[in-house]
């Protein structure tokens, strides 16, 4: 009978029976002691990847921010920068205007000064020019008279005679 179990594969035998037993508990002290720390292990790696990943897709959205912040940075300060130009231009422009004026101003004030003074030497020369009257007229009319008046008497006389002839045109 010991020939015949052993050649029938699917016939049971003791040592059969013990590989079963010794592989049931096997898989119980692996299952016991074995695959919870592994299991535990495992976890914690799968946690420490999960979070590295976290960290280097947060890190990547922060340099994303970073560089779309840079670049807003730039626009401004290119902005700023042509703000500056265009004023400073307008600034300049400004300047040569108020220039401009301010000579026209001065040669408007030099023609004035320049009118007044005509007009004062004008003035001047026809109070001279009467005053030359006057004595033309005083020796005209003691050549013709062939006597001297007083000074007063005279004086009366030339300012009657220019009231008369008007030498203002």
Not at 6 to 15: D, V
Not at 41 to 64: S, Y
């Amino acid at each position: 009978m010991v020939l015949a179990a052993a050649s029938n594969p699917l016939a049971l035998n003791a040592t059969f029976i013990i590989e079963i037993v010794v592989f049931l508990a096997l898989l119980w002290l692996l299952r016991r002691y074995v695959f919870p720390p592994l299991d535990k292990a495992l976890r914690a790696r799968q946690a420490q990847i999960a979070q590295a990943l976290g960290e280097a897709e947060q890190a990547r959205k922060e340099a994303e921010q970073a560089r779309l912040l840079d670049r807003q940075e730039m626009a401004d300060a290119r902005l700023k920068a042509q703000e500056i130009l265009d004023r400073a231009q307008q600034l300049g422009e400004q300047l040569r205007e108020e220039l401009r004026q301010k000579g026209e101003q001065e040669q408007q004030a030099m023609l004035e000064r320049a009118r007044a003074e005509l007009a004062r030497e004008r003035e001047q020369a026809v109070l001279e020019l009467r005053r030359q009257v006057a004595d033309l007229v005083m020796l005209a009319t003691t050549k013709v008279l062939q006597e001297e008046l007083d000074p007063t008497r005279q004086r009366r006389l030339i300012e009657q005679a220019l009231k008369e002839v008007d030498l203002s045109a």
